[in-house]
């Protein structure tokens, strides 16, 4: 009997080592440290492409406008565009044109997510009124923005209304079907465990439905902000009113009137830029810090 129990002995020992190693991994990879990536590698990596990018094309228009592919009215030089900037910025005109695009925009995507959210929740969660509205979602996420804009004049007049109505209408779509996406990701275990802690409802919703469908949920934002900035550009150059101010739509149909081929190029580069900036400051850092959250960024060298 004493030797049975001597042989049994060195298995246990086994397991528990093994118990303590798995243990001391799971730790490790829970207190895993960010590090702080340097500034050259920053520099070198996130930085230098999109600038030699710029240089490029920068680079082969001055040489398609020196080579004279085309004529100077159809296609002007880099400087030529630089000028119809300085001349807005000497003007004083340039950033109340940018701004005047830039507040309806984020004022139309703001009240999209506010309108757009609950559409996803109830229409993941409810079968029957995913069945009779998932499709229509589809749908309105898949028509052109600017189709809209006809029938926004109509109904709303050509108003501050109508640029909203053609802004919710594109984006709404967009946020509730990137939120129905995320909430079919979350693995049903999360939603019992939530139930079984008493977050039901509302409540499961917020510290449970939603914290878990994240990643899903910021991928349709991101598109929804793509599809409210887009909405807003087809709205404005089309609707034309003093009423409505000057923003970058406006600009971009006037320099198109006036035959203004560098005033049309200043407008696309604009409009460019800002919708590049909004995601370069808002939802590219939200996107990397949820996924860091999650342990699915890795800094690399």
């Known amino acids: ?36 990536t340097p500034l050259s590698v920053v520099l070198r990596q996130k930085v230098l492409p999109p600038v030699l990018g710029a240089v490029l094309v920068l680079a082969v228009w001055q040489l398609a406008y020196s080579l004279e592919l085309t004529t100077p009215d159809k296609l002007p030089s880099p400087s030529d565009v630089w000028h119809s900037l300085t001349e807005l910025w000497y003007a004083g005109t340039l950033f109340s044109i940018i701004w005047t695009s830039v507040w309806r925009g984020l004022s139309g995507f703001v009240l999209s997510v506010v309108i757009g959210t609950p559409i996803g929740l109830v229409v993941a969660r409810i079968k029957p009124v995913r069945a009779a509205l998932g499709p229509v979602l589809s749908g309105l996420q898949s028509l052109p923005s600017v189709a809209w804009v006809p029938a926004a004049i109509i109904w709303l007049g050509i108003t501050n209304s109508a640029m909203y109505a053609v802004i919710l209408l594109g984006a709404v779509p967009s946020i509730a079907n990137g939120l129905i996406s995320g909430i079919d990701q979350v693995p049903p275990i999360y939603l019992r465990a939530g139930q079984t802690l008493g977050a039901t409802g509302l409540r499961g919703a917020r510290h449970v439905l939603l914290p878990a469908a994240l990643p899903g949920y910021l991928a349709g934002l991101k598109q929804g902000w793509a599809f409210s900035w887009r909405s807003l550009m087809a709205a404005e150059l089309i609707a034309a009113s003093p009423d409505l101010g000057l923003g970058l739509g406006r600009y971009l149909e006037n320099q198109r009137e006036f035959s203004n081929m560098s005033g049309v190029l200043l407008g696309i580069l604009l409009i460019l830029f800002v919708g590049v900036a909004i995601d370069l400051l808002f939802f590219s850092p939200l996107e990397r810090r949820v996924l860091r959250s999650r342990g699915l960024l890795v800094n690399s060298r």
Not at 3 to 16: F, L
């Open 1 to 36: 009997m004493s030797s049975t129990d001597t042989a049994a002995a060195p298995p246990a020992k086994d397991e528990s080592a093994d118990s303590a190693s798995v243990e001391a991994g799971l730790d490790a990879l829970e207190t895993v440290q960010a590090q702080r």
